[in-house]
């Protein structure tokens, strides 16, 4: 019997911790394999399709310019409904904490689909932090029925919440085995590039591992969580500032500026 696993997710991290899982289920036998994503992030989603080589089975599309949280969650549910009922899967698996995550795990409670969750069972216990995540995480516990968690503390968390530990199986964050496959794939142009301008030579990305007296001094610098949005984000900005003055020519500095105008704003007038 042929085993139908829909795999969904909507955002660039999602993505990337799930590009390893969708790998392997391509290759096991007995499973039917398929993917949908909600686009809830477009470009950057886009971004780990491309480099994983994953090829959507369905897409729904829903990014729009500034929605709210309540305009997605209708949107993944009007649309993924039908995608569920025209599929027929016989699990879903989703991951973390996205509102893709916690609409589809409840549309799939709905059709009586059977829900696999990736990266189950963190925790702050602060319904506010982070927000909206933690009660998307939560809900998603509520109908799920195989908890893959990636660490024993995540366990422990869902055996607090009085699910069984037969449901729950301690895997390991798959974020690691993706960071392994890109290790071994040749770097890009815009890497070339990007490793250039930080002052890494070329030659020392073909020693294995790069030679440590190669690589400049670097801070990399990750400033998008909503919970920075306005002043605590501009405070960033000012402590990068500092930095860079007090190690000028010893350090470099790598900022990925999220695509989001909350940050792209600030963090362009200020850097």
């Known amino acids: 019997m042929t085993l139908r696993v829909l795999s969904i997710f909507g955002t660039r991290p999602e993505a990337v911790k799930m590009a390893p899982v969708i790998q392997s289920l391509a290759q096991a036998s007995g499973i039917d394999s398929l993917v949908c994503v909600t686009a809830q992030h477009r470009q950057m989603l886009d971004q780990v399709l491309q480099l994983f080589n994953i090829a959507p089975d369905v897409d729904l599309n829903l990014m729009k310019d500034d929605q709210n949280l309540v305009n997605l969650s209708a949107?993944?549910?009007?649309?993924?409904?039908?995608?569920?009922?025209d599929l027929k899967p016989d699990w879903i698996l989703v991951q973390g904490d996205t509102t893709t995550v916690m609409a589809s795990a409840v549309a799939a409670f709905y059709r009586r689909i059977r829900v696999g969750h990736v990266e189950a069972g963190l925790r702050t216990n602060d319904k506010w932090q982070p927000f909206p995540e933690e009660i998307n995480r939560r809900l998603a516990s509520v109908v799920t029925d195989l908890h893959f968690a990636p660490t024993e503390w995540a366990r422990q968390n869902l055996i607090r919440e009085n699910i069984p530990s037969s449901q729950i199986i301690v895997t390991g964050n798959p974020v690691i085995d993706a960071l392994l496959?890109?290790?071994?794939?040749?770097?890009?142009?815009?890497?070339?590039?990007?490793?250039?301008?930080?002052?890494i030579p070329h030659e020392s990305l073909r020693a294995s591992p790069p030679t440590a007296q190669a690589i400049p001094r670097l801070l990399l610098v990750t400033a998008h969580r909503r919970e920075n949005f306005g002043k605590p984000l501009e405070n960033i900005c000012l402590a990068l500032k500092e930095l860079a003055d007090i190690y000028a020519g010893t350090l470099r500095i790598v900022y990925p500026v999220h695509l989001n105008p909350n940050v792209?704003?600030?963090?362009y007038r200020m850097l």
């Open 181 to 199: 496959a890109v290790v071994k794939m040749p770097p890009t142009a815009f890497v070339l590039e990007l490793f250039k301008r930080i002052g």
């Open 75 to 85: 949107d993944i549910f009007t649309h993924l409904d039908p995608v569920l009922a």
């Open 264 to 267: 792209q704003v600030p963090v």
